[in-house]
């Protein structure tokens, strides 16, 4: 089972820029589709970005869609979210998932292994 731990979480004013950093163990990095998802207070976890194993496309819900940019380094085990032009409702607390399954990479119920999440606060 892989683990995952997430960095790169803080506050920062509306339009600001934040670089999340995923570090996966494990020597099968590359077969894993990668995955980010998000928690608001009082919300359902939800979908944000995910980069597919073998291919690498990406994917994106529409609201961080040309905002926030899904990478992978399978040298350094490590998946990233860098998101720029963030807002108020980009708040939440974000996970990072991965599934090493042909799955396709939007739904919580996609991935099995789960990071802890890492805290990220937009100001207005």
């Known amino acids: 089972q892989v683990h995952l731990v997430e960095s790169g979480g803080g506050l920062v004013q509306a339009g600001g820029s934040l670089r999340l950093s995923c570090a996966a163990s494990?020597?099968?990095?590359?077969?894993?589709?990668m995955g980010w998802f998000r928690q608001a207070p009082g919300k359902v976890r939800e979908f944000v970005a995910s980069?597919?194993?073998?291919?690498?496309?990406?994917y994106y819900t529409d609201s961080v869609r040309g905002r926030f940019t899904i990478s992978r380094d399978n040298a350094k085990n490590t998946v990233y979210l860098q998101m720029n032009s963030l807002k108020p409702e980009d708040t939440a607390v974000y996970y990072c998932?991965?599934?090493?399954?042909?799955?396709?990479?939007?739904?919580?119920?996609?991935?099995?292994?789960w990071g802890q999440g890492t805290q990220v606060t937009v100001s207005s």
């Open positions: 998932a991965a599934e090493d399954s042909k799955v396709p990479g939007t739904r919580v119920t996609d991935f099995g292994a």
């Open positions: 494990g020597r099968t990095f590359s077969s894993y589709t």
């Open positions: 980069i597919k194993r073998s291919t690498w496309i990406t």
